[in-house]
Antibody, heavy 120, light 110 residues
């Protein structure tokens, strides 16, 4: 299993950013996928999940209405569209594979992460 | 305030046994499996225990997990210096419709 995130960087408060994750080494559309973030010096915080088929999504209350998770199974890619970014969204964002087609069983593989910094 | 409660730190000398608790509720650990992750600072987390008590291939046998009611535990038997890391429990929460993590426990090998 390999998960490679891209798209992180510096963005101003109120701005937008789209993260991507390229997956390989497993049958992509058989598994749910997640985004998990970690603010500097803090613990892990789950952000969003999407089922293997892409028909159902889940978002943490802290990002609901601002972030949207999506996937393109034909390209084996996972996305996170982040709008109305705030300073508190500054974190390393990890792409994470779930252990089943729905997210209720939890993450079993992690990417290396991409840093998002929200600052003026 | 995390939905899952872990002690902030634990410590032991090489060879000792360390136990980390994770207290949840009727909407998460009591009805869904608990998973444990190990994170060495500066690196990505790694799955240590899944399904409350199963070890992925490659994880040393000194790591074991258990669940009782709404609580889970991680035991490190025969502590080694390379076990110094942060440990997180996690579970799906049916009420929040979210995958929730504990705040993490820092294990120090004295």
């Amino acid at each position: 299993v390999q998960l490679l995130e891209s798209g992180g960087g510096l963005v101003q408060p109120g701005g937008s950013l789209r993260l991507s994750c390229s997956a390989s080494g497993f049958i992509f559309d058989n598994y749910a996928m997640n985004w998990v973030r970690q603010a500097p010096g803090k613990g892990l915080e789950w952000v969003s999940a999407i089922t293997g088929s892409g028909t159902t999504t889940h978002h943490a209350a802290s990002v609901k209405g601002r972030f949207t998770i999506s996937r393109d199974n034909s390209r084996r890619k996972l996305y996170l569209q982040m709008n109305s970014l705030r300073a508190e969204d500054t974190a390393v964002y990890y792409c994470a594979k779930d252990s089943f087609s729905v997210p209720q069983f939890g993450v079993d593989h992690w990417g290396q992460g991409t840093l998002v910094t929200v600052s003026s | 305030q995390s939905v899952l409660t872990q002690p902030p730190s634990a410590s032991g000398t090489p060879g000792q046994t360390v136990t980390i608790s994770c207290s949840g509720s009727s909407s998460n650990i009591a009805v869904n499996t608990a998973n444990w992750y190990q994170q060495v600072p500066g690196t990505a987390p790694k799955l240590l225990i899944y399904g409350s008590n199963q070890r992925p291939s490659g994880v040393p046998g000194r790591f074991s997990g258990s669940r009782s009611g709404a609580s889970a535990s991680l035991v490190i038997s025969g502590l080694q210096s390379e076990d110094e890391a942060d440990y997180y429990c996690a579970s799906w929460d049916d009420g929040l419709d979210a995958y929730v993590f504990g705040a993490g426990t820092k294990v120090v090998v004295l």
